[in-house]
């Protein structure tokens, strides 16, 4: 079992940068795929994101690649999403989750935070 809290949230304006962060605590990190997930108003949640165990690979949806960017310090226990160059579309709930080793399934996620940009 792990528990994953999100932060960073909050109102910027198009163009702007944020980094979003997701503690984790619980079992061990580094064994856990980690990703992000939105929910904008109104639309069913989507994927970001994904980070391999080690960091090494990375995958991204394509309203985001090339702006959006995720990390993990596994010893820190925290996942992080670079986002640059917001656009107004990107608003919604950002959830993170985690999926244990190699395993297809989103088991664990956080609370979520706010992010909204105007334009």
């Known amino acids: 079992q792990v528990q994953l809290v999100e932060s960073g949230g909050g109102l910027v304006q198009a163009g702007d940068s944020l980094r979003l962060s997701c503690a984790a605590s619980?079992?061990?990190?580094?064994?856990?795929?980690m990703g992000w997930f939105r929910q904008a108003p109104g639309k069913e949640r989507e994927y970001v994101a994904h980070?391999?165990?080690?960091?090494?690979?990375?995958y991204y949806a394509d309203s985001v690649k090339g702006r959006f960017t995720i990390s993990r310090d596994n010893a820190k226990a925290t996942a992080f999403l670079h986002m640059n160059t917001l656009k107004p579309e990107d608003t919604g709930v950002y959830y993170c989750a985690a999926r244990f080793m190699r395993t297809q399934t989103w088991a664990y996620w956080g609370q979520g935070t706010q992010v909204t940009v105007s334009s």
């Open positions: 980070i391999s165990l080690d960091g090494g690979s990375t």
């Open positions: 619980g079992r061990t990190f580094s064994s856990y795929t």
